[in-house]
């Protein structure tokens, strides 16, 4: 069964710093991807999504992620965070085992950023 | 942009009560979802549905059940609450063009069940 691990439940990086968060996949063919964003008290918002073709993707907000297939990974960074930043990021991949449309989600990771 | 409207942010009902969770798509969609956002526990399937009148379950059905009359609303229904129910409930919709569409959330229904 596929199954999406976010390996960091919290982290805590400074105002300006990089950031990287992790997500690891498990499925044998190539996986659709994607981060979401949930602020406190909101709905997710999609941050990225990959399908093919190039393995970095851009995002909105200054986001991107690498889907590496070699490692089953998919992480998301920003190379200088906002103060802005700071929610729950979700990793997620398409359930081909399932219906239509179907995603199956990480447990998250909760960002704090510090001033 | 994709409109996802659910109908209450908060909520608070009684042991025992029928609930009505109500949420509204504007862009078409064929496919709706529903689910319960709990801390540590993420995002966790409730009910889905891909077509009008159509509905599968999702990884924790039990407690709950699902209406799709019209295309645009999926309705979430506690046919009795109880106390474990007590959680944010987010809705989603989706276009069924291929596996690739990503989910458009609402903002999610906090709801206690006292």
């Known amino acids: 069964a596929q199954s999406v691990t976010q390996p960091d439940i919290h982290i805590t990086v400074s105002e300006g710093a990089s950031l990287e968060l992790r997500c690891n996949y498990s499925y044998g063919a190539t996986p659709y991807l994607f981060w979401y964003v949930q602020s406190p008290g909101q709905g997710l918002q999609l941050l990225l999504k990959?399908?093919?073709?190039?393995?970095l993707v851009q995002g909105i907000k200054g986001f991107e992620a690498e889907f590496k297939r070699s490692q089953s990974s998919f992480n998301l960074r920003k190379p200088s965070v906002h103060w802005s930043d700071a929610a729950e990021y979700f990793c997620?991949?398409?359930?081909?085992?399932?219906?239509?449309?179907?995603?199956?989600f990480g447990k998250g990771t909760k960002l704090s950023v510090k001033p | 942009d994709v409109k996802v409207t659910q109908s209450s942010r908060y909520l608070v009902k009684r042991t025992g009560e029928k609930v009505f969770l109500e949420c509204v798509q504007d862009?078409?969609?064929?496919?709706m979802f529903w689910y319960r956002q709990d801390p540590g526990l993420g995002l966790r399937l409730i009910y889905f549905?891909?077509?009008?009148?159509?509905?599968e379950k999702g990884d924790i059905p039990e407690g709950y059940s699902v209406s799709r009359e019209k295309k645009e609303r999926f309705s979430l229904i506690l046919e009795s609450a109880s106390t474990n129910q007590t959680s944010m409930y987010l809705c989603?919709?989706?276009?069924?063009?291929?596996?690739?569409?990503?989910?458009?959330f609402g903002d999610g229904t906090r709801l206690s069940i006292l």
């Open positions: 862009m078409d969609h064929e496919n």
């Open positions: 990959y399908f093919s073709g190039d393995t």
């Open positions: 549905s891909y077509d009008v009148k159509m509905k």
């Open positions: 997620a991949v398409a359930n081909y085992g399932g219906s239509q449309g179907n995603l199956i």
């Open positions: 989603a919709s989706s276009s069924r063009t291929g596996k690739s569409q990503p989910q458009h």
